[in-house]
């Protein structure tokens, strides 16, 4: 993901080197901020991959919803006591809606996110290891009644917090409490699954070399929303480093234990055979742990909630392959904590839809052997399949745009604004060759602000004006109407008047 995390050095250097008041604020948004990628590694990848963030145009919680201190819980302080992870030091735990199974229903409420007791099973401490409680919460209702999992660490009885309490599901609570008094107001699904009713324009077939994949059933339109898939399990990133790993293996199992149809999980692809050729949910609970272990570290994405790197896995996204070039990009949204997979170009019927599990950045060299390293498999897409002549193009190109931005971005902090322009023309220019398109309304955003830098009012509103068109074709829907889009009509407005 250099050439994003490029782009988002170059947009803060921006940032310093302007003067205060004379742009827009820069945001994080769509294609600016690496977070999503497939885990092979579990938890252990500091890289921070290929990703399109959602937009936040607005808190994920309304104010005083889910605060993080006791004095303004109202509701709960009526109670003396707080759901969950959700105790406080001064608020005891609520046992008497705990039931003793731990996989029984504790509360539906949509005031508390969590519908069972969590499960937490002891941590084995011993000197060697330093290890941490983990629980597993969960709450059955998202993904209407399909369920979500989260491993985060216990919470203290004494503190309401664990000394190294990630504040995930702190952060998950409030979404899903946010989720759940926004579909109790507007009747919506507990996400935006407009798009996921049938006649859904894919299918899910087997691909050669690949196992199974999608392929689309009608032509797509480059920006078209395909899928909007919920999570099922969210997993602090740091456990599998923090527990043993037969506890690691007990809290992936419990996890998918709890959801309403645990084998839409335990049956996506894995690494490995364990079961001899029967069902996964026919093996025995041993191998069920190994076969949840490894389906989390095969299918699993790299995102952020509240902060915390987290391992998200995505049911139906889970079934997407990976390109080099692909076909379509996602885009995970905290408030929602669902992923939405868009078409990066056109699709024609019959064509599979990929997505990129490594950085845009790499050579083909860089990215099979991360790809085979990381995720146990030889990429066999088409750009990796493409001849020799055709590969060291892209190759070339893309070892181009890495460079160039690595220069923009020197010019940029020696304050030389002109000749940064002039190098980012090039690197906009190999961006568009290399057909990575939904990058082009980044580059031409951060043209507009060099220009302004630079003092080319007029170049400036150029490159707004092309960003915005470039973003509102791509992200349409929710998306066009974002931050990035707004500031960058803001930026327009003012430097057309008068
Ligand atoms: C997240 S799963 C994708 C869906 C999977 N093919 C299935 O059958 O469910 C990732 C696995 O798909 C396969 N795969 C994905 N992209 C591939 C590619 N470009 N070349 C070869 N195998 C690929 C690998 O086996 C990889 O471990």
């Known amino acids: 993901m250099l050439l994003a995390i490029g782009q988002k050095k170059l947009r803060l250097a921006l940032l310093s080197a302007r003067k205060s008041g004379s742009g827009p604020r820069a945001q994080h948004r769509p294609g600016t901020k690496p977070t999503a990628q497939y885990l092979g590694a579990v938890a252990s990848s500091s890289e921070r991959p290929r990703v399109v ?12 919803t889910l605060p993080h201190n006791d004095a303004a819980i109202p509701a709960w302080e009526a109670g003396g006591c707080l759901p969950g992870p959700l105790q406080h030091a ?5 046992p008497a809606t705990f039931h ?17 007791r969590p499960y937490c099973p002891d941590p084995e401490p011993d000197s060697k290891h330093k290890t941490t409680a983990y629980c597993v919460f969960t709450n059955a209702t998202f993904r209407r009644g399909r369920g979500l999992s989260v491993i985060a660490p216990a919470l203290g009885p004494d503190t309401g917090t664990a000394a190294t309490d990630s504040g995930l599901a702190r952060a998950v609570g409030q979404a899903l409490v946010a989720i759940a008094a926004s579909s109790a107001t507007t009747g919506a699904s507990d996400y935006s699954d407009e798009n996921d009713q049938p006649p859904v324009p894919y299918a899910v077939q087997p691909i050669p070399g690949k196992g199974l994949g999608l392929v689309a059933t009608r032509r797509i339109r480059r920006g078209s929303v395909l899928m909007v898939d919920g999570a099922a399990v969210l997993a602090d990133a ?15 199992a419990a996890a998918i234990d709890r959801l309403s149809s645990p084998e839409d999980v335990l049956g996506l692809a894995r690494s490995r055979d364990y079961t001899g050729g029967a069902s996964a949910d026919a093996v025995g609970e041993e191998v069920d742990a190994r076969v949840a272990e490894d389906v989390v570290k095969t299918n699993s994405f790299s995102v952020e909630v509240g902060g915390v790197a987290v391992m998200a896995l995505f049911p139906r996204i889970a079934r997407i ?40 950045g ?32 892209s190759d070339a190109r893309r070892a181009e745009m890495r460079a160039t931005g690595q220069r923009v971005l020197q010019r940029v902090e020696a304050g030389d604004f002109a000749g940064a322009v002039a190098l980012n023309g090039a690197l906009v220019a190999a961006v568009a060759e290399e057909k990575l ?39 349409q829907g929710a998306e066009a109407e974002g931050l990035a889009v707004r500031e960058l009509e803001a930026l327009v407005a003012r430097l057309e008047r008068p």
């Open 362 to 393: 790499l050579t083909s060299t860089e990215r099979r052997r991360i790809l085979l390293q990381k995720w146990g498999f030889q990429c066999s897409c088409a750009l990796c399949s493409a001849d020799a002549d055709t590969l060291a193009a």
């Open 53 to 64: 963030h959602h937009v936040e145009t607005k808190p994920s919680v309304p104010p005083n």
């Open 100 to 116: 003793l199974d731990s996989n029984s229903v504790q509360s539906e409420s949509a005031s508390e996110p969590w519908t069972h």
């Open 90 to 94: 001064t608020h005891p735990p609520c």
């Open 437 to 475: 398109v939904p990058h082009l309304g980044d580059h031409f955003d951060v043209m507009a602000r060099l220009c302004l830098a630079a003092g080319d009012a007029e170049g400036a509103a150029k490159y707004a004006r092309k960003a915005i068109a470039e973003m509102k074709g791509f992200y």
């Open 321 to 360: 392959n990976h390109a080099c070039n692909p076909s379509a990009l996602t885009n995970f949204n905290e408030s929602t904590l669902a992923n939405t997979v868009t078409a990066f170009r056109d699709i024609d019927v019959g064509e599979e839809i990929t997505i990129s599990y490594s950085d845009f």
């Open 238 to 252: 740091a456990f599998p480093g923090r527990v043993r790993r037969a506890t690691g293996q007990e809290l992936l």
